[in-house]
């Protein structure tokens, strides 16, 4: 290999997984808790036995498809909450490891296993997991958490002005949070 080829081999980033960690666990714990403020019923953690049904009903059961309805209310939530609030939550996780230097391939499984994690366990608490959250999730998020990538690359090849700054919030506005209020490196 050319010594040149070796220098820019050596100043590619190197992928960061522990801020796309802690904002994932961020992320689904404040889901948690949101779901829990606005459906108190399901979502409270008391009493133990209703939890402790509801996870042996996750883990016991297939995840939830429900044939007599369209499929993007299979699960038995709304249509925006599957398309809508499920792909801004991929986006999120998606975009959060692909902005610390994540190939895609692996940002994609990430989201996946975030996916999972919030199906199997912050919302198993709950109810059963939607077979439809955990593709859409993954699906959607990763073509709106490319996307937004690409446009976040683009936008940080442009001179720093006060209108970029805002268009970058806006695209990402809990990633440009983070790094303002935190100083978080991606």
Request: glycine letters at 8%; one cysteine or more.
């Amino acid at each position: 290999m050319p010594a040149d080829a070796a220098q820019s081999l050596d100043k590619a980033p190197q992928p960061s997984w522990s801020v796309p960690l802690a904002h994932s666990a961020a992320v689904v714990l404040g889901m948690r808790l949101g779901a829990w403020a606005i459906w108190p019923d399901p979502y409270a953690p008391l009493p133990l036995s209703r939890t402790a049904r509801q996870f042996k009903l996750a883990y016991t059961m297939p995840p939830e498809f429900r044939r007599d309805r369209a499929l993007l209310e299979s699960d038995g939530d709304p249509w925006p909450i599957n398309v809508v609030g499920h792909g801004l939550f991929g986006a999120e996780i998606y975009g959060r490891a692909r902005a610390c230097h994540v190939p895609a391939w692996q940002a994609v499984a990430f989201t996946v296993g975030a996916s999972v994690v919030w199906e199997y366990g912050l919302e198993a608490t709950g109810k059963r997991p939607s077979a439809l959250d955990l593709v859409t999730t993954p699906l959607f998020g990763a073509a709106l958490g490319e996307g937004r990538h690409r446009l976040q690359t683009w936008l940080r090849t442009r001179p720093r002005t006060t209108l970029r700054r805002v268009v970058e919030f806006v695209i990402d506005p809990l990633g440009e949070t983070e790094r303002t209020v935190l100083g978080t490196r991606c």
